[in-house]
């Protein structure tokens, strides 16, 4: 009877050390999974970030060499221009915040608890 017991511990300590070993496998896994997940959204948007850049960049400068022609001098086209920047810096800057939290929290939240 007590070689019954010992076996049915035995048996259970196996199957603990089995769990836990794949419990921590499991683990390792998703936190490997989503690590990626965010650092491919991160090269992503950074690379999406680059050519909006880019494609604002010679957006603004042919904007700005427009307005200077328009108003005969070319330079004050480009002050207009980041008149504008920094009229929208100043905006972003005071009432942009909680709607660029909400946006990173729900974008995160996507990546991480929807798997």
Request: aromatic share 16%; hydrophobic share 50%.
């Given at each position: 009877m007590?070689e019954?017991?010992?076996?049915?511990?035995?048996?259970v300590?196996?199957?603990?050390?089995?769990?836990?070993?794949?419990t921590v496998?499991y683990?390792?896994?998703?936190?490997?999974?989503?690590?990626?997940?965010v650092?491919?959204?991160?090269?992503?948007?950074?690379?999406?970030?680059?050519?909006?850049?880019?494609?604002?960049f010679f957006?603004s400068?042919g904007a700005a060499y427009l307005?200077g022609?328009n108003i005969?001098?070319?330079?004050n086209?480009?002050f207009?221009?980041a008149?504008f920047?920094?009229f929208?810096f100043?905006?972003?800057?005071?009432?942009?915040?909680?709607?660029?939290e909400?946006?990173?929290?729900?974008?995160?939240?996507?990546?991480f608890?929807?798997?």
């Amino acid at each position: 009877m007590f070689e019954k017991i010992t076996d049915n511990v035995e048996d259970v300590q196996e199957n603990l050390e089995s769990y836990i070993k794949n419990t921590v496998e499991y683990h390792s896994l998703n936190v490997y999974k989503k690590t990626t997940k965010v650092l491919v959204s991160v090269l992503r948007l950074s690379l999406m970030g680059g050519i909006a850049l880019l494609f604002l960049f010679f957006v603004s400068f042919g904007a700005a060499y427009l307005i200077g022609e328009n108003i005969g001098n070319i330079s004050n086209g480009f002050f207009i221009v980041a008149g504008f920047y920094v009229f929208i810096f100043i905006l972003v800057l005071i009432f942009g915040r909680r709607q660029l939290e909400k946006l990173v929290l729900r974008s995160t939240s996507k990546t991480f608890f929807n798997d």
